[in-house]
């Protein structure tokens, strides 16, 4: 579980971040949604120690990470995965060979130990046969999927991940959505996925965190959502026709 309490953080005396508190699950997929400029990603670089606030309390199973030494504070990111908005891998290796990077730098695992691990995380995400490939050589929807075997290969206790559906078609992103929430549950990850898309949002929002102009302005679930009088709230999710038939439909069924 991560909890942040009263945190405040301000660029040259703009405030971006106002007094926010938000709990975030283990075993869960919690959700940050927003529109652009909201704080949301202030909010996960403050979390993981990219940025650092001027005020409150940033808590990993309550140990505080803004007390921590740096030896502590490198302890612990060993225990966080990572799933960049545009997978971040690395050209140059193959497939096997990006999920076998963080644990050849991080881990005291023997050459054959890391080259099992890897694969087993390639299976995971059903990945198999495509151990000898390059990133160019394969789909956006299979990147995605080894950059969630490489942010799981240490068998991280929290797992961040930013815009993981972003320039994906439709069904892969559900596909990929799928995939965070059965990783999140087999392995009780505490899992913070930073979105804007919707379906994510209706399919897998097991706790959601609504920021709003540096305000945590809403929390809830994928089902509260449907009864939510928050109007900026509302705005966002339900901002086009389709989402505005989606909530209607839910309602007119008892959700």
């Known amino acids: 579980m991560i909890e942040v309490k009263n945190i405040t953080k301000s660029f040259d005396g703009k ?3 106002h007094d926010i508190s938000a709990s975030f699950y283990e075993g869960k997929t919690n959700l940050i949604i927003g529109q652009s400029g909201s704080g949301k990603t202030v909010l996960v670089k403050s979390i993981i120690g990219l940025l650092r606030p001027e005020v409150g309390e940033i808590l990993y199973d309550g ?14 990111r060993k225990e966080i995965g990572m799933l960049f908005q545009g997978s971040a891998l690395f050209d140059n290796e193959t497939v096997l060979g990006n999920v076998m990077f963080p644990l050849k ?8 130990e890391i080259k099992d691990r890897a694969k087993f995380c390639l299976e995971r995400v059903n990945l198999v046969g495509a151990d000898d490939k390059y ?10 999927r080894v950059a969630i075997a490489r942010a799981i290969a240490l068998n991280p206790k929290y797992l961040f991940c930013d815009e993981p559906n972003s320039g994906l078609d439709p069904k892969t992103s559900i596909l990929i959505d799928e995939l965070l929430w059965d990783i999140t549950h087999e392995y009780g990850i505490t899992t913070i996925i930073n979105t804007h898309d919707m379906n994510s949002v209706l399919g897998i929002g097991e ?3 609504f920021i709003n102009k ?11 959502i449907f009864h939510s009088d928050n109007e900026a709230l509302n705005n966002f999710v339900f901002a086009t026709e389709l989402f505005q038939r989606v909530k209607k439909a839910a309602i007119s069924m008892g959700k």
């Open 135 to 144: 990133p160019a050589e394969i789909s956006g929807g299979m990147q995605k």
């Open 15 to 17: 405030t971006i971040l």
């Open 207 to 209: 706790n959601i965190v």
């Open 63 to 76: 140990r505080d990470f803004l007390k921590m030494n740096q030896p502590q504070q490198k302890a612990l």
């Open 105 to 112: 730098m991080f881990s005291d695992m023997t050459p054959a």
């Open 214 to 224: 540096g305000y945590n302005e809403w929390t809830g679930d994928k089902d509260d």
